[in-house]
Nanobody, 119 residues
């Protein structure tokens, strides 16, 4: 089992920045990758950014490429999402997800953190 706790959400004006954190505990030695998702009101949860735990390779959704940066601190078992140039459409609940073992391994979700961007 892996437990995830997100933090860092809040209210920010358009054009501002926030940094989200997701701390993992439990069976973190088998971590394969961590990913950030967002769920806006009335919409499905969408992929934002992912990072492979072993080599730090990253991937991004087109909607956030160039504005968001995902990073990890292996020693702290924490993944971050630096969000710059925020837009009102970035508003939503942000979730992190851990995948353990392999790319097909079990997935674990955090409880989410609210981000609200005012215009």
């Amino acid at each position: 089992q892996v437990q995830l706790v997100e933090s860092g959400g809040g209210l920010v004006q358009a054009g501002g920045s926030l940094r989200l954190s997701c701390a993992a505990s439990g069976r973190t030695f088998s971590m394969y990758a961590m990913t950030w998702f967002r769920q806006a009101p009335g919409k499905e949860r969408e992929f934002l950014a992912g990072i492979t735990w072993s080599d730090g390779s990253t991937s991004y959704a087109d909607s956030v490429k160039g504005r968001f940066t995902i990073s990890r601190d292996n020693a702290k078992n924490t993944v971050y999402l630096q969000m710059n140039s925020l837009k009102p459409e970035d508003t939503g609940v942000y979730y992190c997800r851990a995948r353990v073992g392999t790319q097909f391994g079990n997935r674990y979700w955090g409880q989410g953190t609210q981000v609200t961007v005012s215009s």
